[in-house]
């Protein structure tokens, strides 16, 4: 029936997924600095900046993978307060701010813990790692000040499952943000520009798979990666799936002519 071969469908894509990040998670981070020249630096900074973090924030980061979003996080905590990371981590920030890196993979989540072990914060209470599904998350309803998600949405099988666990008009408004909260997604979108999108269409169908073949031994996983990012709605569609789920105030911002957007809600 159509119903089971969808079935199958989305059974497969989760476990490709799953696949595809235990197989890349030791070399994600390096990865990600090669195929974008190192610019998802500057667009996660982007990110938080548009989050706005602020100190005793409970904050939610999903398909947060090697924890890149919560540092910056964190970082964006200390240096607002002027003061050595060490000192307002285990004060100011320990009893009362919550970074929870939520992400399906394991893999991915012990890399970022070894990470997290290298900056010194093995010991933060702060910073939380959580292996869940974004489409099922294991945390209260308005529990969330904000939440995050960076490259993580394109991957999952059902969007509007991702969003309506963020923010649910169908079930009664709940689930995980706070009214006030913020929702804030990092994607990598649609360009449209002509010959711009032919030359980002040459760089991702050609070049990056090479390089996952030449640098990480795995042409497969970068060529699922660019399959991904074709599929992903584009912008204004994505846009509308967010106002769907309730959120008000929705707006996006592109980054290098749609490369990359930024996608953000307020839940009143
Ligand atoms: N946010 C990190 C960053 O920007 O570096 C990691 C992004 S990585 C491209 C995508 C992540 O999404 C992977 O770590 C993967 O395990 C995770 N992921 C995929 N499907 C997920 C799901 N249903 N729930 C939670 N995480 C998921």
Same mark, same amino acid.
């Given at each position: 029936t159509i119903s089971g071969f969808k079935e199958v469908q989305e059974e497969e894509k989760s476990q490709m997924v799953g696949n595809v990040f235990s197989s890349v998670a030791s070399n994600y981070d390096l990865m990600n600095d090669v #195929? =974008? !020249? !190192?610019?998802?630096? $500057?667009?996660?900074?982007? $990110? %938080?900046?548009?989050l706005?973090?602020?100190?005793?924030m409970r904050h939610l980061d999903v398909a947060g993978g090697t924890g890149d979003v919560a540092f910056r996080i964190l970082e964006s905590l200390n =240096?607002?307060?002027?003061?050595?990371?060490?000192d307002v981590l285990?004060?100011? $920030?320990?009893e009362e701010t919550q970074i929870y890196v939520c992400d399906i993979n394991t893999n991915m989540l012990n890399v970022g813990k070894i990470r997290a072990q290298k900056r010194g914060l093995e010991d933060l209470r702060s910073l939380r790692w959580v292996? !869940?599904?974004? *489409? &099922? $998350?294991?945390?209260?309803?308005? =529990? #969330?000040? +904000?939440?995050? %998600?960076?490259? +993580?949405?394109?991957n999952v099988t059902h969007i *509007?499952?991702?969003l309506a666990e963020a923010y649910s008009v169908d079930k009664l408004g709940i689930r995980v943000l706070k009214p006030g909260g913020r929702f804030l997604c990092l994607e990598l979108s649609h360009v449209e520009a002509p010959g711009f999108k032919q030359l980002y269409d040459y760089y991702s169908f050609c070049v990056i798979p090479a390089l996952g073949e030449l640098i990480a031994g795995d042409r497969e996983s970068y060529q699922y990666l660019v399959e991904s990012i074709r599929r992903f709605p584009p912008q204004d569609m994505f846009a509308s799936m967010i106002a769907d789920a309730g959120f008000q105030k929705v707006e996006y911002e592109n980054l290098v002519g749609g490369v990359v &957007? %930024?996608? =953000? +809600?307020l839940k009143f």
């Open positions: #195929m =974008s !020249g !190192g610019l998802h630096r $500057l667009w996660k900074d982007r $990110l %938080i900046s548009k706005n973090p602020f100190p005793g =240096s607002v307060s002027y003061r050595p990371v060490q285990q004060d100011n $920030l320990q292996k !869940g599904d974004a *489409e &099922a $998350l294991c945390f209260e309803d308005a =529990s #969330m000040d +904000g939440y995050t %998600i960076a490259f +993580g949405i394109r *509007e499952k991702v &957007a %930024i996608h =953000s +809600g």
